[in-house]
């Protein structure tokens, strides 16, 4: 992402949930940013019952573009975000919109050459996978596993240059919209009761011939996303599927052949195992490099992170054999 001396404005737009922890870091990152482009920072209090409102709040006194909105309830249909980021839609005014979850932080140049990015390349949806800050083993052997399904599944500098619906992808952590896209077709509403709604709008938007543009590996803008293995496992169960066409089918599938598959080539030949072992070892070489992650660690840790992706789809065939998700203390 290339800089750009004119720019449009950015309405930067966070919902927020218990963050407490996070909010007021990335209000304070986004305040520091020097430049006209952020108009506006809009945080939505999606019924917090910790200190988060209060924190925005203190915000609010340092910075006039920070703005409250309190939730009035969630309406039946509705998810929590999908809510969270229509209602604070409505109230954006600027050229874009660029939703960014509480727990992300970012650089000071990041803003300027994410529009930068957009305009240039002219996108109508420019998403980031954050690069993963990851301190615990529970992180380290749950969080990369992201990264290899959508690296290894779907190269992601073909979003953009594709034209298949297929081959869209999007991470609700960060999503930048051109906000006369938005307002036509309003996507979170179309979307309101969709748990992987980010996955669902981008291949909305490339079937509405819009541009599509996913990324990773940008150093201007990380996250911390879970920080036990308790989250990581209730949070990868709610959308590991839509990697594979919301199937669980396909997803075992994958699993299966990513974890057993050795078994079957070293029947036919050690030569062939040697060879389709090397080639695993080097597509974790370039997804770590790619995702700006510990090479070391994802190598010796690759037996654990397979293991705990089958324990992503386990979980989740679980949840829906009992009717329901969870996130956050609510049923999705």
Same mark, same amino acid.
């Given at each position: 992402?290339?800089?750009?001396?004119?720019?449009?404005?950015?309405?930067?737009?966070?919902?927020?949930?218990?963050?407490?922890?996070?909010?007021?870091?990335?209000?304070?990152?986004?305040?520091?940013?020097?430049?006209?482009?952020?108009?506006?920072?809009?945080?939505?209090?999606?019924?917090?019952?910790?200190?988060?409102?209060?924190?925005?709040?203190?915000?609010?006194?340092?910075?006039?573009?920070?703005?409250?909105?309190?939730?009035?309830?969630?309406?039946?249909?509705?998810?929590?975000?999908?809510?969270?980021?229509?209602?604070?839609? $409505?109230?954006?005014?600027?050229?874009?919109?660029?939703?960014?979850?509480?727990?992300?932080?970012?650089?000071?140049?990041?803003?300027?050459?994410?529009?930068?990015?957009?305009?240039?390349?002219?996108?109508?949806?420019?998403?980031?996978?954050?690069?993963?800050?990851?301190?615990?083993?529970?992180?380290?052997?749950?969080?990369?596993?992201?990264?290899?399904?959508?690296?290894?599944?779907?190269?992601?500098?073909?979003?953009?240059?594709?034209?298949?619906?297929?081959?869209?992808?999007?991470?609700? $952590?960060?999503?930048?919209?051109?906000?006369?896209?938005?307002?036509?077709?309003?996507?979170?509403?179309?979307?309101?009761?969709?748990?992987?709604?980010?996955?669902?709008?981008?291949?909305?938007?490339?079937?509405?011939?819009?541009?599509?543009?996913?990324?990773?590996?940008?150093?201007?803008?990380?996250?911390?996303?879970?920080?036990?293995?308790?989250?990581?496992?209730?949070?990868?169960?709610?959308?590991?599927?839509?990697?594979?066409?919301?199937?669980?089918?396909?997803?075992?599938?994958?699993?299966?052949?990513?974890?057993?598959?050795?078994?079957?080539?070293?029947?036919?030949?050690?030569?062939?195992?040697?060879?389709?072992?090397?080639?695993?070892?080097?597509?974790?070489?370039?997804?770590?490099?790619?995702?700006?992650?510990?090479?070391?660690?994802?190598?010796?840790?690759?037996?654990?992170?397979?293991?705990?992706?089958?324990?992503?789809?386990?979980?989740?065939?679980?949840?829906?054999?009992?009717?329901?998700?969870?996130?956050?203390?609510?049923?999705?």
């Amino acid at each position: 992402m290339k800089d750009n001396a004119s720019l449009p404005t950015l309405s930067v737009l966070i919902p927020a949930r218990n963050e407490a922890s996070n909010i007021g870091l990335i209000l304070h990152d986004l305040i520091r940013i020097e430049g006209e482009e952020i108009r506006e920072i809009i945080v939505y209090d999606d019924a917090s019952d910790d200190a988060t409102p209060d924190i925005v709040s203190e915000y609010m006194l340092q910075d006039e573009r920070i703005r409250l909105l309190r939730s009035q309830g969630l309406p039946d249909g509705w998810l929590g975000k999908n809510n969270a980021c229509h209602r604070l839609a $409505q109230e954006a005014r600027g050229d874009y919109f660029l939703f960014l979850d509480a727990d992300v932080r970012v650089a000071p140049d990041f803003i300027n050459r994410l529009l930068a990015y957009a305009v240039g390349k002219k996108v109508s949806l420019l998403s980031i996978f954050p690069c993963q800050t990851m301190y615990s083993w529970a992180e380290k052997i749950t969080v990369p596993n992201m990264h290899v399904i959508l690296l290894s599944l779907l190269l992601l500098p073909m979003v953009r240059r594709v034209g298949f619906s297929s081959v869209a992808a999007a991470n609700g $952590q960060c999503m930048l919209f051109e906000s006369r896209v938005y307002r036509a077709l309003l996507p979170h509403l179309r979307f309101r009761a969709s748990r992987a709604e980010d996955i669902e709008i981008a291949r909305y938007l490339r079937k509405q011939k819009e541009r599509v543009a996913c990324l990773t590996g940008v150093a201007t803008i990380r996250c911390r996303m879970y920080d036990s293995l308790d989250s990581a496992i209730e949070g990868f169960s709610k959308n590991v599927t839509f990697f594979f066409g919301n199937s669980y089918v396909g997803a075992i599938f994958y699993w299966l052949l990513t974890t057993l598959g050795w078994v079957f080539v070293g029947i036919s030949s050690f030569e062939l195992l040697l060879l389709y072992l090397s080639m695993g070892l080097l597509m974790r070489l370039f997804i770590s490099l790619t995702a700006l992650q510990n090479v070391f660690n994802n190598i010796i840790l690759a037996i654990p992170q397979q293991l705990m992706l089958g324990a992503f789809i386990v979980k989740s065939l679980k949840n829906k054999h009992r009717g329901y998700f969870s996130w956050k203390g609510r049923k999705l």
